[in-house]
């Protein structure tokens, strides 16, 4: 029944487009059915990490998205919190993500999510195995033990029909793959009416130079009891977002959005709204990201208030983690369990994103309104707020999402997964491996896109010798790096590094202190019994 494909994906957003990149670099034959012929000019998602401009870099986009950025390099893309009014007297730089910079291959990156969404679609169109739908929308979704089939109407009402072996749900907080997977999902409301405001001011650009380099405003006042008013530069040229809470009456009634800019600001300014927009805040998780052949990712699998730029990074690192999961196993070498694996590692990190950074943050900012002002106690308030500057270098430290209780990496006993962690060059079972200078010039180890990497580093040869028949007897590509324990290396802790192809670390140490097929069997999901021995036997 119509045209067959390895993995449809549903919503052609970034989390869809860079799953649809991943997959057909492998060569693997994708659909990509989204509803919107071209991006949507609205500015979100703007904040990208370090770490998803590694992905970036995986894809082969790093440079047109770079290009494609609004605000130019030399400007600055940083933060700062401010108290009452952005204009007010205290302030501290917030989300100073240059902190962890050496712990990652390429820098950070700011520009509208409009402008990520078409530099992904540029990168699909050369893809040969990855066809788009643009413009078509999903109606239905059905699977069984051979596969999943989809139809999707066009614009012109045209009916069409797909068949996959997988299907992926990108297709946002309002999923109609979840709907029809019947997943459920857990809420966590906060009874607030949020407001996005797109509008131009040349007035604002004009205030706001008294802070260089900055190019998003988070203003904490206390009659909104922790909630932010935020405010980020779209580009150079007089464009803004602006969002915040507001009355439920202000979806209906007319509302002085100018007047509430003015104020979060603290000055006046000329304000040409260009689009206004409303959700409620809450928090929202699939209990589960799989249900048989049919998989959620992105603000289909979870979804949160836009606090942190967390949102688009932890879609991205869902596209990257399930994408090479599912090329390894259409191309024969994934067993069993590792498709199983996605929501293993990623459902605890969402958790642990929204309860350790979000949420936090929302209970931390309002304890402390409550708590502290200048006309309550000056000396105690500012005392607080540099710990809070402190504080807000911590979280960029400690958001360092890991796989530590992956079934699928040799952690250690009794380890989680989670968003909180610690960087570090020590190569670490789960933990993404940071970069050290190769002898041959590299930024650090070149990561095999299809298969494991090996790094050996000054490593014995029979141990080497054995991840390779290890490999070869499980059918695993397996590329190995030889290269000195020395020169800033040593600092991994270990002479054998074993990466899967998002860059983490599957298994780590100086000698084999189990047998090697053990170790691939298990990294590759053929953990089973029948599959581990056929492996062993084979070696």
Wanted: proline share 4%; charged share 20%; with cysteine.
């Amino acid at each position: 029944m119509g045209d067959t494909y390895d993995v449809v994906i549903v919503g052609g957003g970034p989390v869809g487009l860079g799953l649809a990149v991943q997959l057909g670099q492998a060569g693997i034959s994708v659909l990509l059915v989204e509803r919107h012929a071209t991006p949507v000019r609205v500015p979100k998602g703007q904040n990208l990490t370090q770490r998803t401009m590694e992905h970036f870099q995986a894809w082969d986009a790093e440079a047109a998205l770079r290009n494609a950025r609004t605000i130019p390099p030399e400007y600055g893309i940083g933060g700062l919190t401010a108290y009452g009014t952005l204009l007010g007297e205290y302030r501290y730089d917030w989300l100073a993500r240059e902190r962890v910079r050496e712990y990652y291959r390429t820098d950070n990156e700011r520009l509208p999510q409009y402008c990520t969404e078409q530099v992904l679609r540029d990168r699909v169109t050369a893809l040969p195995s990855v066809v788009t739908a643009l413009g078509c929308t999903a109606q239905a979704v059905s699977q069984d033990e051979g596969g999943v089939t989809i139809r999707y109407r066009d614009t012109a009402g045209t009916e069409h029909a797909a068949t996959a072996q997988y299907l992926v749900g990108c297709d946002g907080s309002r999923s109609l793959i979840r709907h029809e997977a019947q997943i459920t999902e857990t809420r966590s409301d906060h009874d607030r009416t949020m407001a996005l405001i797109v509008f131009r001011s040349d007035g604002l650009n004009q205030l706001l130079e008294r802070f260089p380099g900055k190019s998003f405003y988070n203003v904490l006042t206390p009659e909104l009891e922790g909630y932010w008013m935020f405010l980020g530069r779209v580009d150079l040229d007089g464009n803004w977002f602006f969002h915040a809470p507001v009355p439920d009456s202000a979806r209906t009634e007319a509302f002085d959005f100018a007047g509430y800019l003015h104020r979060a600001v603290g000055a006046e300014f000329d304000v040409a709204i260009e689009y206004t927009g409303f959700w409620d805040l809450r928090f929202a998780q699939a209990d589960a990201y799989r249900a048989g052949r049919i998989f959620l990712a992105g603000d289909a699998a979870h979804s949160h208030p836009p606090y942190g730029g967390y949102g688009i990074n932890t879609g991205l690192e869902d596209a990257r983690n399930l994408g090479w999961k599912l090329a390894a196993v259409l191309h024969g070498w994934g067993g069993a369990h590792l498709l199983d694996s996605y929501h293993a590692e990623r459902h605890p990190v969402f958790e642990s994103t929204a309860r350790d950074f979000i949420e936090k943050s929302i209970r931390e900012d309002s304890r402390f309104l409550a708590r502290y002002s200048p006309a309550k106690d000056q000396d105690a308030f500012e005392t607080e707020w540099r710990n809070r500057g402190t504080d807000a270098k911590a979280e960029v430290e400690s958001f360092a999402p890991h796989y530590a209780g992956s079934p699928i990496v040799f952690g250690p006993d009794g380890a989680v997964c989670s968003a909180v962690g610690a960087h570090s060059f020590a190569a670490r079972p789960g933990h993404h491996l940071a970069p050290r200078a190769m002898s041959n010039g590299n930024a650090g180890p070149d990561i095999a896109r299809a298969g494991l990497t090996l790094l050996a580093l000054d490593a014995e040869a029979d141990d080497v010798a054995a991840f390779e028949t290890a490999a070869n007897a499980c059918r695993v590509p397996l590329a190995v790096l030889h290269d000195t324990f020395d020169n800033g290396r040593e600092a991994y802790g270990a002479r054998l590094v074993l990466l899967r192809p998002d860059g983490f670390v599957a298994w780590a140490g100086d000698r084999l202190d189990t047998s090697a097929s053990a170790i691939i069997a298990r990294v590759t999901g053929q953990d089973g019994l029948e599959t581990t021995a056929a492996c062993a036997i084979r070696c």
